[in-house]
């Protein structure tokens, strides 16, 4: 991307396991501001769990380790190990993955024989939704296609494995695809072939009206807070809905172009991040 954009700055809003294809925002220029409010936005995947084998990694790329029939597995039982893992759950992510122990990735550890064990951590599963379920050669091995929307730091990977654990057969990944990250979808994405025949991307003031609360400025209020001044807060400042919403407002001039983020404190709203007029930058998705 810095090659095909002509440009070295270019960042990503979190990158995607090696077998997984799907949606990967990336930031060029002055959009890679934004990347922070990207990062932890909820996602969704389709993905395939295969119940019956375990492998070290918990997909396909992994070694097998252990198999297990899964001919006995009812569709009920799945159904209810599935409902088991929706909603907010404690999550022990897959010891291949890249969260730092000791300074050092989780994966590099394992590839270098150490046993690692990660902490559980909080995550919410809003919505886990079988498709279908195949058994396969003589039903020694069952494969069930999902969709999974969940909270940033979710580990698929290791719902397959807790799913598989659950049901006393063990499971892993065999497929995963990233089809929406926040507002942004797959239908929005394009191939790098594609960004090499023309390098279509969201403007960043497009990109931030779909991410985050939309706030249209004044010609006077456009004035100060090009100089980094802070303005009287937006309507609806102080409500509870405002103190939860997370991310600033993204704060438009007449023209329509991105001009801050702002954060309202009080009865006042402060900019967080100024964007210099003209700035042509954009987000990118590619797949």
Same mark, same amino acid.
């Given at each position: 991307? /810095? ?9 990503? #809003?979190? &990158?995607?396991?090696p ?12 959009? %890679?501001?934004?990347l *922070? ?6 996602? $969704?995947? $389709? ?12 997909? @396909? ?14 569709d009920?039982?799945?159904?209810a190990?599935?409902?088991?893992l %929706? ?23 394992v ?8 902490? +559980?951590?909080?995550? %919410? ?7 279908? !379920?195949q ?11 999902? &969709? ?5 730091? &979710? ?5 397959? /494995? ?11 990944l $065999?497929?995963?695809?990233? %089809?929406?990250?926040?507002?942004? $979808? ?9 960004? +090499? ?12 009206? @779909? ?13 100060? !807070? ?5 303005? #009287? ?5 102080? *409500?509870?809905?405002?103190?939860? #919403? ?6 438009? #001039? ?28 954009? *987000?990118?998705?590619?797949?």
């Amino acid at each position: 991307m /810095r090659r095909l954009a002509g440009t070295r700055k270019v960042g990503h #809003a979190g &990158t995607l396991d090696p077998m997984a294809t799907g949606v990967l925002v990336l930031g060029i220029n002055k959009a %890679t501001r934004l990347l *922070t409010y990207i990062v932890g936005t909820s996602k $969704t995947y $389709t993905a395939t769990i295969r119940l019956g084998e375990t492998t070290i990694t918990d997909d @396909a790329e992994g070694e097998v380790t252990e198999t297990r029939s899964a001919s006995e597995v009812t569709d009920d039982a799945i159904a209810a190990g599935v409902a088991a893992l %929706t909603g907010p759950i404690q999550q022990v992510p897959s010891s291949v993955s890249a969260i730092k122990v000791n300074g050092e990735r989780s994966y590099a550890r394992v590839r270098s024989g150490e046993e690692v064990k990660l902490a +559980a951590r909080p995550v %919410t599963i809003h919505r886990f939704e079988v498709h279908s !379920i195949q058994r396969v050669d003589g039903g020694r091995v069952v494969d069930v296609d999902v &969709t999974v929307e969940c909270s940033s730091g &979710t580990y698929i990977r290791a719902l397959a /494995r807790d799913l598989g654990n659950g049901l006393g057969v063990g499971g892993h990944l $065999t497929a995963l695809r990233r %089809t929406q990250v926040g507002p942004y $979808t797959l239908d929005q994405a394009r191939t790098l072939e594609e960004l +090499a025949e023309e390098l279509n991307v969201l403007e960043m003031s497009h990109a931030a009206r @779909a991410l985050m609360p939309n706030r249209e400025l004044s010609a006077e209020e456009t004035t100060e !807070i090009s100089f980094g001044r802070r303005i #009287a807060a937006g309507p609806g400042a102080g *409500t509870p809905e405002a103190a939860t #919403a997370g991310n600033p407002a993204a704060a438009f #001039a007449p023209s329509g172009e991105l001009v801050a983020l702002l954060a309202d404190s009080g009865s006042f709203a402060k900019p967080v991040l100024v964007f210099a007029p003209g700035t042509g930058s954009g *987000t990118g998705q590619a797949q």
